[in-house]
């Protein structure tokens, strides 16, 4: 949708020659800037946060974590930790897997609906985009993981009152998670653009 978007206010026959490019610019910073990171922290949120703060209530009220420290083993060890692992693996990943899916459909609305030269689309991206705002987007996407995770583990373990607990527990996982990246979110953009300031190449 942002890249459909992005490709609508950049049609040719309402923009000038030398802004026939910015197409590219607009659609490929804001998913490599915003909507890559934003979108990775939704579907943690919604599917790993849930998923983890479910399983670890789950065994929290069948007494399998007390049963585990009974028998001397750590649960932060053999639960918590795998989960963190897996989390802040597969966050950049699928960060990365959204920029390049965004900015391929980007391209071909852009080339195949709105008519821009291929040329001109990648010259413009390659203008205003730079390795420092894919840094930038695995480095907020890793943050988002490690804000997710760590909800979803708390809330977890600190499950109390049955089934229904766990579903209070996956459902404060979902909502704190997103709220909380939302907001980790406006920070890490101000800083970055107090301290890095964007360049055209």
């Not at 942002?2 to 659609?27: E, I, L, V, Y």
């Not at 653009?193 to 055209?200: D, E, R, S």
Request: net charge positive.
């Amino acid at each position: 949708m942002a890249s459909f978007q992005a490709a609508r206010q950049g049609k040719p026959d309402q923009m000038s020659p030398t802004r026939a490019p910015a197409p590219g610019a607009a659609g490929g910073l804001g998913i490599i800037q915003q909507g890559a990171p934003i979108v990775t922290a939704l579907l943690l949120g919604g599917a790993a946060g849930s998923a983890i703060a479910s399983d670890l209530g789950a065994r929290t009220i069948r007494e399998e974590i007390a049963a585990m420290e009974t028998l001397g083993l750590n649960p932060t060890r053999r639960v918590v930790a795998p989960r963190f692992v897996s989390v802040l693996i597969t966050a950049p990943m699928l960060c990365m897997l959204i920029v390049f899916t965004g900015l391929l459909a980007g391209y071909a609305i852009s080339v195949d609906v709105q008519g821009i030269t291929p040329g001109s689309y990648v010259a413009s991206f390659a203008s205003f985009a730079s390795v420092t705002d894919i840094v930038v987007a695995l480095c907020k996407s890793l943050v988002f993981g490690l804000v997710v995770v760590t909800i979803a583990c708390h809330r977890g373990l600190s499950t109390k009152g049955g089934p229904k607990g766990v579903a209070t527990s996956v459902n404060a996982t979902v909502v704190l998670g997103v709220v909380a990246c939302f907001v980790i979110n406006v920070f890490i953009t101000q800083l970055t653009t107090m301290f890095v300031p964007q360049t055209i190449g």
